[in-house]
């Protein structure tokens, strides 16, 4: 289990949402009030971010093992970078899996930016040779950790490949679908939350084919929209429901939430 941020909207200093909320990412590293699992996410972290004006710069990702609030850069990188989308991620990782760079989130792939909560239950044991089967030659070398979640984006990303008529949240969902199916037929849990950003949308989704999905919420400002693992700060936050996905645009950043065509 991990915790998760994302924002779309207004430019503004990544200090305003990794540090100075009272239930801050970092706050949330080691004093998380909704973890279904661990106590800490101690095991790294990571954040990305698309330039406020220069939009087919490639995005920026920072990633470090440290536990969050033992990164001594961080205070000053948020306090001088401005961004108008961001996902970040602390983790938590899988008993077993390494604390190293190519585990931390987000991942990247051209102009997407990835990040998961959850887990596929024994990943290694179960999906992780079927779900490699499904990837095409391309997403699959960029395939560079361990983890069941680099492996969900890479299989989001082959689709996008195989049809570039596909829009991000078909992708999104289309991939979940194959994932249910497989986990279904070996009687695995897969659960989760996933944001995606491309700079100019966010698209997210909540789902869990046997329980009580992690916790996802979303929050309706004027300047922009935050989409959270746990509120920030108080505020009229918004519980998603499970098996439900969301997109939300740059240009009117009016969140649309639907359930899915096949129910997670």
């Not at 972290?45 to 990633?63: I, K, L, S």
């Not at 960029?142 to 570039?164: C, K, Q, R, V």
């Not at 999104?172 to 491309?198: C, F, P, T, Y």
Request: aromatic share 10%; net charge negative; glycine share 6%.
């Amino acid at each position: 289990m991990c915790r998760l941020l994302a924002y779309l909207g207004a430019p503004l200093p990544l200090e305003n949402l990794i540090l100075k909320p009272e239930h801050s990412l970092v706050a949330q590293g080691y004093q998380p009030k909704e973890l279904q699992i661990a106590l800490l996410n101690a095991d790294g972290f990571g954040m990305g971010w698309h330039h406020p004006d220069d939009r087919t710069a490639e995005p920026y990702v920072y990633r470090n093992v440290l536990p969050i609030w033992n990164d001594a850069n961080l205070p000053h990188l948020c306090r001088y970078i401005q961004a108008r989308s961001l996902v970040a991620n602390i983790r938590s990782a899988t008993p077993g899996l390494p604390l190293d760079f190519s585990n931390c989130q987000p991942f990247r792939h051209g102009q997407l930016l990835f990040v998961h909560n959850g887990w596929i239950d024994k990943f290694r044991q179960t999906l992780y040779r079927p779900m490699r089967d499904l990837i095409g030659d391309v997403a699959y070398q960029n395939i560079y950790g361990l983890t069941d979640s680099e492996h969900i984006f890479a299989l989001i990303t082959h689709l996008l490949e195989l049809d570039p008529q596909l829009e991000l949240l078909g992708a999104l969902e289309q991939a979940l679908d194959m994932i249910q199916s497989l986990a279904n037929k070996h009687d695995v849990r897969v659960s989760g939350v996933i944001v995606i950003s491309d700079g100019e949308k966010l698209v997210a989704a909540r789902f869990d084919n046997q329980a009580q999905a992690p916790s996802f919420y979303l929050l309706r400002q004027s300047e922009g929209v935050i989409l959270a693992s746990e509120p920030l700060f108080d505020g009229d936050w918004e519980s998603i429901a499970q098996a439900h996905s969301l997109t939300v645009t740059a240009t009117d950043l009016q969140p649309h939430i639907h359930r899915f065509n096949r129910a997670f």
